[in-house]
């Protein structure tokens, strides 16, 4: 099921026509080998929660080739820090190489590994963590990460309606159980204010209060 009308999100798409060359040659490199990435509704929308809460420090659970950093970056400066992370070396290649086309001017540090176990190890707090890892680690990842923020910081969580099976009670595979179970937690807990974004796959945004 898609969440979005296919006609409204391409003419919603074509609005971000103008957006630079380097994030359409990564996209047209992740369509060809069927790599998920954010695409661009998703990426002005992390970009538009940077700049709106000024975001300094910034940790990303699921890097890929650098796709959604690159939009946390873009009119960001050496002030701000992302800090990426993903299992793959050869990932990790690619993604500087694209920053280094790109010239991104924040700094970046591309952490190799797990991400939960990395968001364990890194210590002080973050403005924004954003969380693109595998569905089923979703609520451990809820669960860390909240700590990890200081007030008024962004988790911010991709696919969390996955097609819309979390609204098909009889869908009980272990992907839509995590988005599930993840949305349950953002909203059941008191130290966050959770929105869900019916944009793409669905974003849940949690502030911490
Ligand atoms: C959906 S892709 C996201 C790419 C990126 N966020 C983007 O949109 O450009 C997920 C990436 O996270 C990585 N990944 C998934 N689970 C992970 C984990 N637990 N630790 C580190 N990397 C992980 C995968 O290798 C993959 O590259």
Redesign the pocket.
């Given at each position: 099921m898609e969440i979005t009308n296919p006609e409204v999100e391409k003419y919603m798409t074509t609005l971000l026509e103008n957006r630079a060359v380097i994030y359409k040659e990564i996209e047209d490199y992740?369509e060809g080998i069927n790599?998920?990435?954010?695409e661009p509704l998703v990426g002005i929308l992390l970009n538009q929660y940077s700049r709106l809460i000024d975001a300094k420090r910034i940790l990303?659970?699921?890097?890929?080739?650098?796709?959604?950093?690159l939009w946390f970056s873009e009119g960001m400066n050496e002030e701000t820090e992302i800090i990426c992370?993903?299992?793959?070396e050869e990932?990790r290649k690619l993604a500087l190489e694209f920053f280094r086309k790109a010239r991104v001017r924040t700094r970046i540090d591309f952490r190799l590994?797990?991400?939960?176990e990395i968001l364990d190890e890194l210590e002080g707090e973050f403005d924004i963590i954003?969380n693109?890892?595998?569905k089923e680690?979703y609520p451990e990842v809820y669960i860390k990460a909240i700590p990890k923020l200081r007030k008024g910081g962004l988790l911010i969580t991709?696919n969390t309606l996955w097609y819309g099976k979390v609204a098909q009670q009889e869908i009980t595979d272990y992907q839509t159980k995590g988005s599930r179970e993840y949305n349950k937690l953002a909203f059941e807990d008191s130290r966050v204010l959770s929105v869900i974004l019916p944009l793409r796959d669905g974003l849940t945004v949690s502030m911490k209060l």
């Open positions: 992740a790599f998920p990435i954010i990303e659970l699921g890097s890929g080739f650098g796709y959604s950093a992370t993903d299992f793959k990932n590994g797990n991400a939960i954003f693109d890892v595998e680690d991709d």
